[in-house]
């Protein structure tokens, strides 16, 4: 094997391979926000992996022209990515970034290592030496028609253009569904122990909860309500007997909070929240919330009718929560 400076120089997109990798890494865990990052990353997942791939099955000269070993490598990256993540699946690290990272990282340099080794090592091996002339020769331009050669220039600007496309599709990826994390709680802070049958005037304790992934900040308010309703299967009605209001939260503006699945789940506002009941018999406490994402819609909603809050609420236009309680003397 001759390990010589000048031999090694020959491998130096490999070499590059490995160490844009690793940076890649570095930027990941350290620097997240980079544009450097998004860039190597749509490399690292799009040409890398393909290409070092390629390089090992097709290490002679003659086996490829090099306009087909840089189709192929963007063809393969696009097989070989999902194909590393389905095995992941079946371990118990799970389709997560880092299980990923690892994974294609060790893969890039395992067989980029691998390819140096066989140009090391073998007769005739192929080399990247890419010239303009070279790649009119791949394309046998100089024996071409003109319609041939205005085909082939379309096709290289369609392969591009599908490239720069997917590229900006993977670093632009579409915002994920706004929404209000809004529930609550035994007094345990768990989601059981509710109080559903109380005394007459007994303290009872819940816990409410709120997570903004609106996108935005966000003022909350949350109107409590007793209901006391039927509802008419004849009719397909409800009707309120009676109501009465029991409370009301101001919740001071909350910032947004992205929604992370690779961490464990964590509350953002949470209050204590304790009510008694003076009037016996079978009610429906309705939570009511009400944020300003839309000033107009968040003001004509609160200044409803109470009774239309509350259908409001059982037609799913107000994001609410309910609990069934009946109170006993």
Known sequence: MNLSIKNLKKSWELILIILLSILLNVLIFFSPESHLRTVLGLLFILFFPGYVFINVLFYKEKSLENIERIALSFGLSIAIVPLIGLMLNYTPYGIRLTPILISLTLFIITLSIIGIYFRLTGNNVWFPKISFEEIKNNFEWNNSSKLDKALTVILIISVIFSVMTLGYVISNPKQGEKFTEFYILGKEGKAYNYPNEVFLNEKNTLRIGLSNHEGKKVNYSIEIWLV?????????????????????????????????????????????????????????????????????EFEKLKNKKPEEKVFDAINGNIQSLKLNIKAIK
């Open 228 to 296: 006391n309703l039927t509802y008419d299967t004849k009719l397909n009605k409800t009707k309120i007997h009676k109501m009465y209001f029991m409370d009301e939260i101001n919740v001071l503006e909350l910032d947004h909070k992205p929604v992370n699945i690779d961490k464990n789940w964590t509350k953002q506002w949470e209050t204590e929240y304790n009510f008694t009941i003076d009037k016996p018999g079978n009610w429906q406490q309705w939570y009511l919330l009400f944020k300003n994402t839309d000033e107009d």
